[in-house]
């Protein structure tokens, strides 16, 4: 009888002390809440959902390109530079190479750049955009691209490229002062031992010419300064004191990177840039691109279809840098390659052998 006392005591002291365990567990459970809800801040955030575009559509339906577009954009320090491209008004033909433009500069620029491209937000510039949606848009959802368009006050008295090029509000709102332009007609070497890194310490570098020596360069493919630019636009403009003069001054500008070269060294004569300002000396420019008949086999950049070249140094361009290829014809005719070609066949193939009468666009 002792023995089953003694053992139903053990019992309930064994209950009371799991019951205390429990009630400590509780307490410091409910305390755990309390500073956890403590920290919440009295105002609930609202979340606001992303939508996330979708390339995805009816066979019917052409997906478009999905990006915000800000006319009031201005430029920011969140990138190291920027490439930029001016999309107006090109023919269909021209604006296919569009994504191929753009991996041939992504693959090129370092991570902390971007690409930007201007457009018009309809016409032939929109065309332009919805016809390489498919590549266009996986560089815009990655963050890689941005467009911005052209407010259409501007387009409705500038809607060439050369006069877009001294409109101030062009360089306003690119989204670095480093600029890397480019265009349909250039491209990167990416077998070139050299990279885009090795030039941006020029405030301006192109393509070799011949304008003022050589200095500087053409402008079509080029590492340009921002704020150099619009000190450029400015000192032009400040010389025009009628309103209405100064608003048509760039009409009688010229080319606008021959205009931008030609302020630069006035300004720089007349004291007014700063001694850290670097132009590239012709000798630069031969290392930076290659154009019409100046060629270097280890260039950067290349700008045109080279035709102050031989057939024979043209190939030899080709094979170092088939990028190129890009913006020359495409000889696909089966006739015209492999192992037993047939001249006849493939003769008819080629645009410039054709009857003047079937090749009135050009080709």
Not at 186 to 198: A, E, F, G, Q, R
Request: hydrophobic letters at 40%.
């Amino acid at each position: 009888v002792d023995m089953a006392r003694t053992c139903s005591n053990c019992v309930l002291i064994l209950m009371g002390i799991c019951l205390v365990q429990f009630l400590v567990i509780i307490h410091l459970f409910v305390k755990r809440e309390e500073h956890l809800l403590s920290e919440i801040p009295s105002t609930p955030q609202v979340l606001t959902p992303q939508v996330v575009p979708s390339l995805v559509t009816p066979s019917s339906e052409k997906p478009s390109i999905s990006c915000a577009v800000n006319p009031k954009v201005r430029a920011v320090d969140g990138y190291a530079g920027a490439a930029v491209f001016l999309n107006l008004h090109q023919p269909t033909w021209f604006q296919r190479r569009y994504s191929m433009m753009v991996q041939n500069v992504d693959s090129n620029i370092p991570s902390d750049w971007v690409i930007q491209i201007f457009w018009t937000g309809d016409g032939q510039s929109k065309s332009g955009i919805d016809i390489n949606r498919g590549g266009l848009q996986r560089f815009i959802d990655s963050g890689r691209l941005v467009l911005t368009e052209i407010p259409k006050e501007i387009l409705a008295v500038k809607r060439k490229k050369f006069e877009l090029m001294v409109e101030p509000w062009i360089w306003e709102n690119m989204l670095s002062d480093k600029v890397f332009l480019f265009g349909g007609t250039s491209v990167i070497c990416s077998n070139s031992p050299y990279k885009l890194t090795n030039f941006t310490h020029w405030d301006y570098i192109g393509s070799p010419w011949n304008f003022k020596g050589g200095i500087g360069g053409d402008g079509a493919i080029s590492i340009r300064n921002r704020k150099l630019m619009l000190q450029a636009l400015n000192y032009a403009l400040d010389k025009v004191k009628d309103p209405a003069k100064r608003r048509m001054a760039y009409k009688n500008w010229g080319q606008e990177d021959q205009f931008f070269i030609s302020r630069i060294l006035e300004m720089q004569q007349k004291g007014l840039l700063g001694q850290d300002i670097q132009i590239a000396p012709k000798e630069e420019t031969l290392k930076f691109s290659a154009m019409e008949d100046k060629l270097n086999y280890d260039v950067l950049t290349v700008s045109g279809t080279l035709p102050g070249v031989s057939y024979d140094e043209r190939q030899k361009f080709h094979n170092y840098c088939p990028e190129i290829k890009m913006f020359f014809p495409t000889m696909h005719d089966p006739s015209c390659f492999g192992a037993v070609p047939d001249g006849d066949k493939c003769a008819k193939t080629i645009c410039a052998l054709r009857p003047k009468s079937e090749r009135r666009g050009g080709c």
